[in-house]
């Protein structure tokens, strides 16, 4: 369809690429804020295929890594009248805590066990901060998390400004995509995808199975929460339902319409979800019924995904 | 009053002619209509509630056009799904703000939703008017000088149905809550309004919101034999655990009393749903007898609406909405700074007799009704509230601006 | 703790038991659609709840509860047969992922018609003249209902180990979970026999909602809740097991009653730490198969 060198040229210039889309993306959306949505969703899907694209486990738990992720950027911020880069490094390392906590615990099943495991576990974590109102506002969800201005260089930036926001937010997202790709393309990339492919084989050739699913599920943690953390300073709220099961369910049904088996397909599937849910629910209440229909299509005529699907147009 | 306005007409018309060759887009969009977003649930289990706020929010707009809007600027609602989820109201209110460029914020109908819309329109110094239960909004750290609170708080709720129940049906009581804010703050309102009265607490229960099955905790509550069950729950929760209690025969001992009482569950439930329940509402339309400010918005509503009455969480749509509008009128303005102080103190009769906004926290102090379910003798098919009796409104029934942290 | 005694904990077990008869008969669904199929039905829940509205749909037609005891199966389990038969189909030997999105997918769907034909504020459905009131049961009274909830349901049990156990057809469909390719080879039609049981999953979700019914009234979201339940229920009993869902079921049920009359806000954690709690100890539930779908 495209002439061969122009898609040679794409592939070449894929971060130049990447970058200018990330610059015009806000403009093409039908309004900043779910352009915003759009990146942290993408990213906190990104994270999540790490364990289910690359490694092949399905977890059912990841909204207690992205949810923690938003707790900790909103706890420091609310409670402890920390800095706006402070937030987000506790929101990293909130989620990849408990993705150290979590994985300790549910790394040793696997199949369908590992998605229940960590369902239950995440749960877990969803009735202690339901309980614990003092810290996480409880039902309420935990508000206040304000940032009307950010100092970074030297310089003060105003986050209220929703452009402005935008491109904080897409730097560190671009930040974090450049260091997953890096991962997946380092050795240690390359071993996740050994352990998916033949457990055997992996544990053969001296790879310790079970520490290499514990590291990705904690660096997975690491982008979860970040993506968090990210969605906390965006929304000034972290509401309870970040961490409820449906979220989880959420970034499954995200990662699955994208094309699981690619690198940026779950962006793309987080980005088309939340485009379609809004398109559709301005014009219809009953946007469920579009949005369920257009799943049931995807997975009957494009199971790869729409990335996927359109990747391998492209390789035809 | 016509000079000022006139005056401040020319004033607005010739800033606006300056600065329209400054930056146009901006204020055109932000001077030809006033704008008011609407963010409540349209889809979930509260869509009938939230449509029909909708339709009572667009009577209070078409009446300030009619009556010729601000000097000839019309308002115009701008009505979003929140999806009853604090996250997607934040984005709807960030994209009413920025890219709608509203001028004012009125919905909501829960209590997490409202204070993530507040959060939002706070940061940005937009002017919000919930319209949904909540104690906190009106408290700090939540409140904030732009924030609103057109609906009855839970304390003040609470309050007028503990005094009417602990007075006429007896003083054992045993609380079921859902366990969440507006169960916990019911049930303080409920404490604080017996405890002077002498109450006895026999039990305080909790149950997760989203309970489906109560028969776990009816056997208990039955042996303690209490005079009165309270069922500090909302919505579904409230529906299946009156009905799970009169399946386990509760009702023939205790009475079974709720603090809200919906009009539209009611409709949708039956006759039977509520059955010997008592419970508290901010509105029902069958006060129009002896309220003409009721008479008269039933009257608008009913000619809109195909002859069907306006629900109580209906009613506050149109009173969130006029009330802002009525700010608007009074500050001869849109500048949230004169609307908000337009607002203070004001006193108004709306659709439920005289109200007035306090001050020091922007609640509004108002009558709580109290209903019962009719079974029988029903005049319509509407018909379906007996109002026992009438918590005037009064500022000492709230709670204190002191103790909400106002200074 | 004021008021409890003996008795009380008795009554409680019973309730227990009653709350656990409608995760029996969703996990029992669940788990044949599991072991059988391989498929992790998203839709379990929208099933159920299409249970309880056609069980008012027949009874608005001039059905009664009897009745629709047995047309309610009927009727979505035919649903269930065509969802079958034109979609999850297509899906067979693609793993687990396909169908548990296709059924995401038709979840919604499912609920958003529900809301379209029924509106979207939940229903009342009246407990059926004969089993209102309670019973004398010894220690105290208990609702009628709820007694005959647990009846049916180990009828239900009863009946469905005589088919599985004592028929031809069961014997086709246990054989045909242990190794569809040998049935095949031995000239056994699979496809009918999968359809059949995706019917008998889905027919069992809408008994459970149709008992529910009576309970708890009728509500799109109803199934949305319990579908997490269930899927607790299922992978404590052991995906796939039979008489792990029975079991599991029955034992969360007593778990949540007896949680709710100790801590009650703590009724709803109580299932999931009972799933840590078993799925840590031993990682395939109960009676599952060790290293299944691994």
């Known amino acids: ?316 | 009053m016509s000079h000022a306005m006139t005056a401040q007409i020319s004033r607005r018309t010739l800033l606006a002619a300056s600065s329209v060759l400054a930056m146009p887009a901006i204020v055109r969009a932000q001077d030809s209509t006033i704008k008011i977003g609407f963010p409540v649930p349209l889809t979930g289990p509260y869509g009938t509630e939230a449509k029909d706020q909708v339709a009572c929010a667009q009577i209070a707009i078409a009446e300030f056009n009619e009556a010729g809007g601000l000097g000839g600027r019309k308002a115009e609602l701008l009505v979003r799904d929140d999806k009853l989820d604090p996250g997607e109201a934040a984005t709807r209110t960030l994209e009413l703000i920025e890219n709608d460029r509203v001028s004012f914020i009125a919905g909501s109908l829960s209590a997490s939703v409202q204070l993530a819309i507040n959060n939002v329109a706070k940061q940005r110094g937009i002017l919000f008017n919930s319209i949904s239960q909540s104690d906190q909004i009106v408290a700090l750290p939540d409140w904030s000088k732009t924030t609103f609170h057109e609906a009855m708080t839970p304390y003040l709720t609470a309050g007028a149905v503990g005094r009417y129940a602990f007075k006429n049906f007896g003083k054992k009581v045993v609380f079921l809550r859902a366990d969440y804010a507006y169960g916990n703050e019911m049930i303080d309102g409920f404490k604080a309004a017996g405890a002077p009265m002498g109450i006895e607490v026999l039990a305080d229960l909790r149950h997760p919101l989203g309970t489906t099955d109560y028969s776990t905790l009816l056997p208990r509550i039955q042996s303690l034999k209490p005079d009165i069950l309270v069922l500090a729950n909302f919505g579904r929760d409230q529906q299946i655990s009156i009905k799970q209690a009169t399946d386990f025969g509760l009702k023939k001992t205790t009475k079974i009393v709720a603090p809200i009482l919906l009009y539209t569950s009611r409709l949708a439930a039956g006759a039977q749903a509520f059955e010997g329940v008592i419970g508290g509402t901010s509105y029902y339309w069958g006060i129009e007898a002896n309220t003409p400010s009721a008479k008269a918005f039933n009257d608008k509503y009913r000619k809109a609406n195909e002859n069907r009455v306006p629900s109580d969480y209906g009613a506050l749509g149109y009173a969130g909405v006029r009330s802002i509008l009525a700010g608007v009128t009074r500050a001869g303005s849109t500048d949230t700074a004169k609307v908000v102080a337009a607002m203070e103190g004001l006193k108004y009769d709306s659709y439920k007799g005289a109200q007035e906004i306090r001050s020091c926290d922007h609640q509004s102090v108002q009558s709580v009704f109290i209903i019962e379910s009719k079974s029988k003798d029903m005049a319509n098919q509407y018909d379906v509230f007996n109002v026992l009796a009438t918590d005037a409104a009064n500022a000492e029934n709230l709670r204190s601006c002191k103790d909400e942290g106002h200074a | 703790m004021e008021g409890l005694s003996l008795d009380l904990v008795v009554l409680q077990l019973f309730t227990g038991l009653a709350l656990g008869a409608i995760y029996v008969l969703l996990a029992l669904g669940m788990s044949l659609l599991f072991g059988m199929l391989t498929v992790v039905n998203f839709a379990h829940g929208a099933f159920y709840m299409l249970g309880a509205y056609v069980g008012i749909m027949l009874l608005g037609v001039g059905f009664n509860f009897w009745l629709c005891l047995l047309f309610v199966p009927l009727v979505v389990g035919s649903v269930g047969l065509l969802c079958e038969r034109f979609l999850i189909r297509r899906l067979y030997g693609r793993g687990i992922d396909y169908p548990l999105l296709l059924t995401f997918g038709l979840s919604y769907i499912m609920v958003e018609c529900v809301r379209i034909v029924f509106g979207t504020t939940g229903l009342q459905f009246d407990t059926p003249d004969a089993l209102v009131g309670a019973t004398d049961i010894g220690i105290g009274y208990f609702p009628t209902y709820r007694l005959f909830v647990i009846a049916v349901t180990f009828v239900v049990l009863g009946l469905l180990w005589l088919f599985l156990e004592r028929t031809p057809y069961g014997l086709i469909i246990r054989a045909g979970a242990r190794d569809p390719q040998i049935v095949r080879i031995l000239g056994i039609d699979v496809a009918r026999v999968w359809l059949v049981v995706f019917g008998i999953g889905t027919g069992l979700a809408a008994l459970a909602g149709l008992l529910a019914a009576p309970l708890q009234g009728a509500s799109p979201e109803m199934g949305n809740s319990i579908l997490a339940e269930a899927f607790v229920v299922t992978v404590v009993g052991g995906m796939g097991s039979l008489v792990g869902a029975v079991i599991a079921g029955l034992l969360v049920g007593v778990v949540v009653a007896m949680t709710s009359l100790l801590a009650p806000e703590m009724a709803q954690v109580s299932i999931f730490a009972l799933m840590a709690v078993v799925l840590l100890i031993r990682p395939q539930g109960f009676f599952g198969r060790a290293g299944l779908m691994s």
């Open chain 1, 1 to 316: 369809m495209l002439p061969p060198n122009f898609v040679a040229t794409c592939k070449r210039h894929r971060v130049v690429l990447s970058i200018a889309f990330l610059i015009v993306f806000p403009l093409l959306m039908p309004f900043k804020a779910i352009a915003v949505n759009i990146l942290i969703y993408g990213l906190f899907a990104l994270g999540f295929n790490l364990m289910f694209g690359t490694l092949g486990l399905l977890s059912f738990g990841h909204a207690a890594l992205f949810g923690a992720g938003a707790y900790a950027c909103g706890i420091a911020i609310v409670h402890f009248g920390a800095p706006w880069w402070a937030g987000i490094l506790g929101g990293t390392l909130g989620g990849m805590a408990i993705a150290a906590l979590i994985g300790a615990l549910a790394i040793r099943t696997r199949g369908i066990y590992f998605a229940m495991v960590t369902l239950a576990l995440s749960q877990c974590v969803y009735f202690l901060a339901y309980q614990a109102t003092a810290w996480t506002g409880g039902e309420n969800g935990l508000r206040g998390v304000e940032l009307s201005r950010i100092a970074a260089f030297g310089h003060s930036i105003n986050f209220v400004d929703p452009l402005t926001r935008y491109y904080v937010v897409a730097f560190f997202v671009a930040l974090a995509l450049f260091i997953l790709s890096r991962i997946l393309a380092s050795p240690f990339g390359a071993v996740l995808e050994a352990v998916r492919e033949n457990e055997a084989r992996a544990r053969a050739c001296g790879y310790d199975v079970r520490a290499t699913r514990f590291m990705a599920f904690v660096i997975s943690g690491g982008f979860c929460g970040l993506a968090g953390a990210l969605q906390a300073l965006h929304l000034s709220i972290v509401p309870i339902e970040t961490l409820y099961y449906q979220t989880s369910g959420l970034v499954v049904m995200m990662a699955l319409l994208g094309g699981m088996g690619t690198f940026f397909g779950p962006f793309v599937g987080a980005g088309v979800f939340l485009l379609l849910e809004n398109l559709v629910s301005l014009w219809t209440v009953h946007w469920q019924l579009f949005v369920g229909a257009a799943f049931v299509a995807c997975v009957l005529f494009f199971p790869r995904g729409i990335w996927g699907t359109l990747l391998m147009g492209r390789a035809k």
